[in-house]
């Protein structure tokens, strides 16, 4: 059986080191979406400045330890914005927002990489221990009346719930593998934050989290185990799907103004379900047209990044004569390969891309040797999934799990690291 991430026997070695705090703290920096530094008409994030520091120092030091192929393709992408900006309605939010896109994709996996060192799965386990945490601090919130849902820090709690995906994915893997006692503590924490949060997108990363933990699992030793733990598999999942449609059964007479309570009421009462999901979509899927369009009349080099909200303003579209609750107008696009696309052209998603095929390739190849590098890969995949209908490509703690990738894979494959951990 798998070996618990959260609850294991008596091991004093993990609150003392550096990796585990290193990891809670950085995690616990990347939730701080909302303290910015305005340096001229651009906001700056702090947690961005911090670890472009950090990077820079790192890199100063000649420490990094990053694939030299991922960061070849980040550094053309980053190349293809800044000609971008230059040539964007808004040259000098243009250029300013480079050192943004910098320290996101080079900078914060370097540090990221280099911090997890040779402690990749007590990083991991900081990472986890950090998102449990910031769970219970969001709760205590909003019992006290302070936020009336669980943010925290993050812009909202659609964002915040991205940042958890690590916790969804080791609790769908714990309920697989039948280690009940974690699962168990990670059900509570799940819970908590479902009912203080209210987010339909944690109920997306969760159903996200099980289907692929389902089909990406460790190849067992045997015919007996792989049919054992196919088997308390099947279960596991058999027995969730009767508690959600249990629960959003009991939901069609709901009255009360929850927000996901009453979403999934009139999902569960709805003599159309299809429309009625779309619906609850709200304006997304006509900011995804719209930054969709945007792309088709700037194809080679896009609007700039960080412009297209400017340039929007300039445009006319019959997107923006829709009702206020579904109209693009004002609003960033949706679909971070779209964003890129409509911000940085032709030239510049086809960098992203194929940065990203760099990302997939060490967190698939990582996932291949180490369990815990599958929770990593799993959690790539849920996000990926996700951000394509949710904005913003520069997510801090997305790129901090991908330099936590990039150390699985090191330490599997015995290549030179500082020690650091």
């Not at 945007?294 to 194809?299: C, D, G, S």
């Not at 390969?337 to 060490?362: K, M, N």
């Given at each position: 059986m798998?070996?618990?991430l959260?609850?294991?026997?008596k091991?004093?070695?993990?609150?003392?080191?550096?990796s585990?705090?290193?990891?809670?703290s950085?995690?616990?920096l990347?939730?701080l979406?909302?303290?910015?530094?305005?340096?001229?008409?651009?906001?700056?994030k702090?947690?961005?400045?911090?670890?472009?520091?950090?990077?820079?120092?790192?890199?100063?030091?000649g420490k990094?330890?990053?694939p030299k192929?991922?960061?070849?393709?980040?550094v053309l992408?980053?190349?293809?914005?800044t000609v971008?900006?230059?040539?964007?309605?808004?040259p000098?939010?243009?250029?300013?927002y480079?050192?943004?896109?910098?320290?996101?994709l080079?900078?914060?996996?370097?540090?990221?990489?280099?911090?997890?060192?040779?402690?990749?799965?007590?990083f991991l386990?900081?990472?986890?221990?950090?998102?449990?945490?910031?769970?219970?601090?969001?709760?205590?919130?909003?019992?006290?009346?302070?936020h009336?849902r669980a943010?925290l820090?993050?812009?909202?709690?659609?964002?915040?719930?991205?940042?958890?995906t690590?916790?969804?994915?080791?609790?769908a893997?714990?309920?697989?593998?039948?280690?009940i006692?974690?699962?168990c503590?990670?059900?509570?924490?799940t819970?908590?934050?479902?009912i203080t949060s209210?987010?339909?997108?944690?109920?997306?990363?969760?159903g996200?989290a099980?289907?692929?933990?389902?089909?990406?699992?460790?190849?067992?030793a045997?015919?007996r185990?792989?049919?054992?733990?196919?088997l308390?598999?099947?279960i596991?999942?058999?027995?969730?799907?009767?508690?959600?449609?249990i629960?959003?059964y009991s939901l069609r007479?709901?009255?009360?103004?929850?927000l996901?309570?009453?979403?999934?009421?009139?999902?569960a009462?709805?003599p159309?379900?299809?429309p009625?999901i779309?619906s609850?979509?709200?304006n997304?899927?006509?900011?995804?047209?719209?930054?969709?369009?945007?792309?088709?009349h700037n194809?080679?080099?896009?609007v700039g990044p960080?412009?297209?909200?400017?340039?929007?303003?300039?445009?006319?579209?019959?997107?923006?004569?829709?009702?206020?609750?579904?109209?693009?107008q004002?609003?960033?696009?949706?679909?971070?390969?779209?964003?890129v696309?409509?911000t940085?052209?032709?030239?510049?998603?086809?960098?992203f891309?194929?940065?990203?095929?760099?990302v997939?390739?060490?967190?698939?190849?990582a996932?291949?040797k180490?369990?815990n590098?599958?929770?990593?890969?799993?959690?790539?995949?849920?996000?990926?999934?996700?951000?394509?209908?949710?904005?913003?490509?520069?997510?801090?703690?997305?790129?901090?799990?991908?330099?936590?990738?990039?150390s699985?894979?090191?330490k599997?494959?015995?290549?030179?690291r500082?020690?650091?951990a």
């Amino acid at each position: 059986m798998q070996e618990s991430l959260l609850v294991q026997k008596k091991d004093p070695n993990t609150l003392k080191s550096r990796s585990f705090w290193i990891g809670f703290s950085l995690y616990l920096l990347a939730s701080l979406d909302e303290l910015n530094i305005q340096i001229s008409s651009f906001n700056f994030k702090f947690n961005s400045i911090l670890l472009l520091a950090i990077g820079v120092l790192i890199t100063a030091a000649g420490k990094a330890r990053v694939p030299k192929n991922y960061l070849a393709h980040a550094v053309l992408f980053i190349i293809a914005s800044t000609v971008s900006g230059i040539f964007s309605i808004s040259p000098e939010k243009g250029i300013l927002y480079i050192p943004y896109i910098l320290s996101t994709l080079i900078f914060t996996v370097i540090a990221a990489t280099y911090y997890s060192g040779k402690n990749p799965d007590t990083f991991l386990k900081g990472i986890l221990y950090s998102i449990s945490f910031q769970i219970i601090i969001a709760a205590a919130l909003v019992a006290l009346g302070i936020h009336p849902r669980a943010k925290l820090f993050y812009y909202e709690p659609s964002y915040f719930s991205l940042a958890a995906t690590p916790l969804f994915v080791v609790l769908a893997n714990s309920m697989l593998a039948a280690r009940i006692k974690e699962a168990c503590i990670l059900l509570c924490i799940t819970i908590l934050y479902l009912i203080t949060s209210k987010s339909a997108n944690a109920l997306l990363l969760i159903g996200l989290a099980f289907t692929l933990s389902f089909f990406i699992q460790e190849k067992a030793a045997s015919k007996r185990k792989m049919a054992k733990r196919t088997l308390t598999s099947v279960i596991a999942l058999t027995a969730a799907v009767l508690i959600s449609i249990i629960i959003v059964y009991s939901l069609r007479s709901y009255s009360g103004n929850d927000l996901l309570f009453s979403t999934l009421s009139k999902i569960a009462s709805s003599p159309d379900l299809i429309p009625d999901i779309l619906s609850r979509t709200g304006n997304r899927p006509n900011r995804i047209a719209l930054a969709y369009d945007v792309f088709t009349h700037n194809t080679l080099l896009g609007v700039g990044p960080g412009a297209y909200l400017d340039h929007i303003k300039n445009i006319s579209s019959d997107l923006f004569s829709l009702p206020a609750w579904v109209s693009p107008q004002d609003q960033p696009p949706i679909n971070i390969f779209l964003e890129v696309a409509a911000t940085t052209g032709i030239v510049g998603l086809t960098f992203f891309l194929s940065t990203f095929h760099q990302v997939f390739r060490i967190t698939k190849t990582a996932a291949q040797k180490s369990k815990n590098a599958r929770i990593v890969y799993i959690s790539f995949i849920c996000m990926t999934l996700a951000l394509l209908i949710e904005n913003s490509y520069l997510r801090i703690y997305f790129w901090i799990l991908v330099g936590l990738g990039m150390s699985f894979l090191a330490k599997y494959k015995n290549i030179k690291r500082p020690d650091n951990a």
